[in-house]
């Protein structure tokens, strides 16, 4: 049995982390905090479990294994430096951290305690994703050339818990807009599915649409397009906004040399694929998870599974602080208005 923490009990951890958990056999629901108590209360009674008034409290308690770290983005590194320091497995929520550093400093920190570390990035998780990337190495459709992937919807304030207090567009509590929120999903995702690193980025972001209270400009970005260079040669882009107000755009689409695979992109076929010879190749196997329809992300199942086994999770801090650096890298570019290497931020 693996005994685990949620901290923070915001959307993510009642969409996610909560039910995944629950439905796991081998897994307890110990407690849960948050600094809105109301809202930990709530969760702590639909899960039947404790509420701590604190996280310091929580990753007191010998009896927790793990921890799920739910909370805004400026926190992910503080609280998951606690928790590793305090003995427990550390599943973080995305984005892994805010800085360079910070990811640099939860990756020590890992390696020091010995404890695993885990990030959320769950979109490789899913079925077709597999799929997609096990056709890839089959050369499906030959050599990959280049690619666009995109993700886009109407915005985090229609998913948030609190309506007034939408923290994603605050640059403080975010410091991140759509380019990170988004855009390190389907870095993750094009360097899983590629099994490429990304070594340049060139990078335009803007804040188009998106008015705080005030009616002034929020202070991060809403829409952002990317052209990622990956070190094998390869050039495609990815395309994040917040601004897409029809239906949920998730699509990624490869295109190889003897072909496209469409993926996500019809909402009939998970997968397409369409060859340079006219055949065309349909797979039915899944829908991705959107704001609006969630299913189970098999992230949950991923972390426990390597708990148990005790071995190093699939979606280490390694390989996300490689999608952090290629956003950090997107960021610059479009702070300065030329190509960035990811190589050239390291310190
Ligand atoms: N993997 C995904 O697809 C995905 C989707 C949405 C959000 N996220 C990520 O999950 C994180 C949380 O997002 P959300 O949408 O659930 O936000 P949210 O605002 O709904 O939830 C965050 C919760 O954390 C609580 N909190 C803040 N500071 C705390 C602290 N010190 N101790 C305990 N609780 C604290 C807040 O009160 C809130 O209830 C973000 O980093 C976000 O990027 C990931």
Known sequence: MVNVGVIGCGKIAQVRHLPEYEAHPSVKIVGVCDTEKNRAEEVAEKYHTRVYASYEEM???????AVSVCTANYSHCQITLKALEAGKHVLCEKPMAITYEECKKMLETAERTGKFLMIGHNQRLT?????AKELVQKGEIGKIITFKSTFGHAGPE?????????????????SFGAMADLGVHKTDLIQFLLSEKIKEAFAVTGTLDKKDKQGNSIGVDDNAICIYKLEN????????SWSYYGEEDNSTILYGTEGCMKIYDNPDYSIVIEKRDGEKIFYIIDRIQ???QQSNSGLIDCWVSCLEKEVPPEISGEEAFEAMKAVFAALESARTGRRVSVDELEV
């Open 59 to 65: 990753l007191s308690d010998d009896n927790i294994d």
């Open 127 to 131: 079925d077709t994703h597999r799929k």
């Open 158 to 174: 229609n998913w948030a818990v609190d309506k007034n207090n939408i923290w994603f567009f605050d640059k403080a509590a975010a």
């Open 233 to 240: 040669g390869i050039i495609g882009n990815i395309n994040v």
């Open 290 to 292: 959107t704001n609006d």
